[in-house]
């Protein structure tokens, strides 16, 4: 065993260690009572590093965890009504992945029905269809109201992202039809500009946030379209997630011998995330996309300068502002790595395969070992320093990075295990 997939198991130990009595489900943190079920903090990110560790060991007893946690999500949403849009598209994908390692039909079903209920929520809108909720992260920034929510993160891109895999997994008869509404009214309120197109947020913005990249801005919704074009080869598509990445260009600065985009374009002076939530190992996705479906080495090149440009802050050791103490696969290292991963396997170039490997030796340094059990104390909030927490679940916790550490381990054995999320290439094994 491989010391990446020991550390990995390690990470598993403290998750296993906030696991409720009795229960297949876990506190998001280690210090809170709180517990959750969907993809980003909850149970639904912990199925799937089971689901994974299952794939590199064959081990029942984890495929037996596994299916345990998706009774009691099967079991929540049977509770619930109507969910924030951004929260059924983790639902749908962990319930399907689920079933296809399970062979369990009602996961299946189950995520079939995710996708309904997120369709009849949405709201007939010009060409198409829209999801019209409060204001996300109002309890950040303290505005309140409903407002129409178009980014990739918590809106409409994401839930047409999981709308196109329903459609490659057969999950919904309707379910492309759906996507096409989604990107009919992601075309309309797409605003022009002479360097391209970008897409904010949401709609009547209450505040200053005209963020580029993933996955609030507008790289994201770029990234749906070219997906969007994969499905239906409609040539809107395709030029709307160009025209995206030409803006998201526009905003770029040299750095070192490569470039960065900036976080939000109101800051006076740049600030440059470099994880996966509005740096490179997100935005770098949308132009690894376009490469594949053109083949115009323009997009390569893009993305391999903004791997440069990660690398002239001194990135993984260094900490820039843009990348503070966060190990997680969304703001943080293990983005960072899994990014590097998808950059090694569509290039072949060894470079990435040594950045994945400087990432794994930051996370690891930067860990907690308390016995067996492995956890990673960080700040999700890059203005929140001094909060921190021992999360388990995948976006922000030891979930994720556990599983980039499985992924990592199984590439450079050449067999390479990952379960891709929605918002990734689906060759990022």
């Not at 849009?85 to 399970?102: D, H, K, Q």
């Not at 329903?166 to 022009?192: I, S, T």
């Not at 997630?241 to 900036?262: F, H, I, P, Q, W």
Request: glycine content about 12%.
């Amino acid at each position: 065993m491989g010391d990446y997939m020991q550390a990995a198991l390690e990470a598993v130990n403290f998750i296993d260690a906030q696991r409720l009595e009795g229960r297949a489900k876990w506190r998001c943190a280690d210090d809170a009572p709180a517990s959750n079920y969907d993809l980003y903090r909850g149970s639904s990110g912990i199925i799937l590093l089971l689901l994974e560790l299952h794939a590199a060991h064959g081990s029942a007893e984890v495929l037996a965890q596994a299916v345990a946690a998706g009774e009691e999500v099967a079991a929540h949403l049977a509770r619930v009504g109507d969910l924030p849009v951004s929260t059924w598209p983790g639902y749908a994908f962990a319930m399907s992945e689920l079933a296809r390692v399970s062979g369990r039909e009602d996961f299946r079903a189950l995520a079939g029905t995710c996708l309904q209920r997120m369709r009849d929520q949405a709201t007939p809108l010009g060409a198409g269809i829209g999801w019209i909720e409060p204001a996300p992260f109002s309890e950040i920034t303290g505005f309140k109201g409903e407002r129409e929510i178009y980014d990739q993160s918590v809106g409409a891109a994401g839930a047409g992202l999981a709308m196109l895999y329903g459609h490659r997994n057969d999950l919904h008869p309707e379910a492309l039809g759906w996507a096409v509404a989604v990107g009919e009214r992601l075309l309309e309120v797409g605003e022009a500009d002479p360097d391209g197109t970008r897409w904010r947020l949401m709609s009547d913005m209450p505040f200053a946030f005209t963020a580029p990249n993933f996955a609030h801005g507008g790289a994201g919704v770029g990234y749906f379209m070219a997906e969007l074009y994969k499905a239906t080869e409609d040539e809107r598509y395709l030029t709307a997630a160009k025209e995206a990445a030409r803006y998201v260009l526009s905003r770029a600065t040299s750095v070192g011998d490569g470039r960065l985009v900036c976080h939000t374009e109101e800051a006076r002076k740049p600030i440059f995330y470099l994880g996966a939530c509005h740096g490179p190992a997100g935005t770098g996705r949308l132009f690894l996309e376009l490469y594949a479906i053109t083949g115009e080495a323009q997009w390569l090149e893009e993305a391999k300068a903004l791997t440069r440009g990660l690398l002239s802050l001194g990135a993984p050791e260094t900490r820039s502002k843009g990348l503070w103490n966060n190990h997680g696969q969304c703001c943080g290292d293990a983005g960072v790595g899994e990014y590097a991963l998808l950059m090694a396997r569509r290039t072949g170039e060894e470079a990435y395969l040594d950045l994945a490997r400087r990432c794994a030796k930051v996370i690891v340094a930067g860990s907690t070992l308390d016995g067996d059990q492995r956890r990673w104390i960080q700040a999700e909030h890059r203005d929140r320093p001094e909060f921190v927490q021992a999360q388990t679940g995948y976006m922000q916790g030891a979930a994720g990075i556990a599983s980039f550490l499985v992924h990592l381990d199984t590439a450079l054995a050449g067999q390479p295990v990952k379960i891709a999320l929605l918002d990734w290439p689906q060759d990022a094994g």
